[in-house]
């Protein structure tokens, strides 16, 4: 549709473009004239731009409200080579406005609290001059998200994913010469970006397939001829739902890619946020909530889907119990929850897999900002207890082992981190409770395996988050950090009271009986599966976090937290096994072995013998036979007058000969 088209169907649709441009403007605006505005300048342009964003997503989901059935609004006519017509076109409809309401509405909090967390950051590592550089990546991170929801084609879908990779990639090396060997942030950046190119060449490719069998890359065009292409060529649809699902597997960390997002924790814990909560690898669950009309096509993919959604869930869950870092924990957490909303979207369930996908925005970014907080409290604390001394270098901000006792040192930052903790853990009737619950209730319909594992894995999520609660809020201070901790100024804290609230009420997007998200988005979405709530399920899922969070208190609760240096009350009793969960099962170890180290082999031995040897020799020996050529024929150019004509006659005598003998 055109601007005047869209704009009948409600004037603020035509507004939609705003969400992608307001936060280019405001990174144009830091870019240029960032280094006039100040600190306080620089954080309110970018949290302006975002937070404009967002208005715009609420003004397009109040028209929608009134329109259901929404639009696009084609901007230009982007590429038209032969079959190939691809506009750069905005889809204005239920499902791609949620997203951007997540997007914009968490991401606006996260960029208001990053202008008090990096005004220490920065100091913290000595470099104020890169605060601007922070918020210009932010902002192109948010413009980025925004291109790929509110796509209406697979193709400039593409674009946003691949300027979210890339916009990981610069913030999670934002101080790439930090970390271990001075490089340990680079190759955790590095990393991220490899591993996304393995899942964005599966997206790649199915985009491919897409256009080949279907003729466009347009949503509705696609969706529409989905059945038929089906039934004339179902092997189609198998293999791009397939290969779909090896982008997802990147882009949205799940077995057996995921292994990037945990070393993504190199950023600033703002990018965490970002990242884990409102960005980056909520972009997979999109990418098959929006592409369902495919995959109910082709019920194997979709099993697919659900076992590598519920295997990652309960996979990572493991792993979360072992971690010591404060944000790593998290990390393996938010792997797990992705594990649940893959596993829904999988299954059907898309409305309850988009509602997990909103609620878990909310407490995931309140857990990540939390533990900045956290973080912050700890080396203001490390700071004053080491005032004027030297050689402190070994002191871990993240460690949870170099905590203890903050609840009483920092207790804004304790109410709220405990809020987003039995959030996460899934405990009415916080939010956390009704989208998981959704989620299990499909499950159990669904396959009583998948409803085994997530199970499993929402008994463990309950016992990790109450080990960390444990850890760094109770019990003693176990260094001179967590004794002098302070708590974090009103331009942390306040984002966290905000998405506390949300954590505490968001579930009444999609309460039982009233079913608004899913009400919502039956406009979007061709087919779902209907929200339930099983009473049995329900107090399952209830007594089973209960559980959990009473373990954790058994282990690490009952007596005071143990002290610096001494063993995980786990390691004992679990032995073996408490070392695999330490050790993250050794699948990065594996990798190495089995890929990074054979590819590393292969490219000495094709620098050493096939660059250097063979490609470098053709090339010198080009340049040799030439020089010698030229050195040979330099005899020739002696400027003597007689040597030229004496050329030139035997030069007529050849042609009069062959001329004659023809």
Known sequence: MSLNEIASLHPFFQLAPLVVFLPVLGLLINLLVGKRLGEKGIGAVASLATGGAFAVAVLLAVGLAQVSEGGTLTLANWINLGDLDVNWSFRIDTLSVLMMLVVSGVGTLIHIYSIGYMHSDVRHN???GRFRRFFVYLNLFIAFMMVLVSSDNFLMLFVGWEGVGLCSYLLIGFWFEKGADGIGNARAAKKAFVVNRIGDFGLLIALFLLFYNFGTLNFTEIFAQAPAVAAAAPGAIMAITLFMLLGVTGKSAQLPLYVWLP????????????????TMVTAGVYLVARSQALYFEVPAAQNAVMWVGALTALFAATIAVGQYDIKKVLAYSTISQLG??????????????????TTHAFFKALLFLGAGSVILGVEHGHAHAHAGEHGHDSFDPQDMREMGGLRKRMPLTFIVYLIGALALAGIAPLAGFFSKDEILAAANEKSIGVYVLLTAAAFLTAFYMGRQLLMVFFGKPRSGASEKAAESPLLVTLPLVILALLSVFGGALNLPGSHLLETWLEHSLAETAPGQFVLTVALISIGIALLGLLLAWLVYGRKPIFEKGQPDPLRRPLNGLFKALENKWWVDEFYHTVIVRPYQSIAKFSAGAVDQGVIDGVVNGMGSLVQSGAKAWRRYQNGYVRSYALTIVFGVVLVITYLVLR
């Open 340 to 357: 649940f909303m893959v596993a829904a979207v999988g299954m059907g369930a898309t409305v309850a897999g988009m509602f997990h996908l």
């Open 263 to 278: 070393d993504a924790m190199a950023g600033p814990t703002p990018v965490s946020a970002l990242i884990h909560a409102a």
């Open 126 to 128: 000595e470099d104020p």
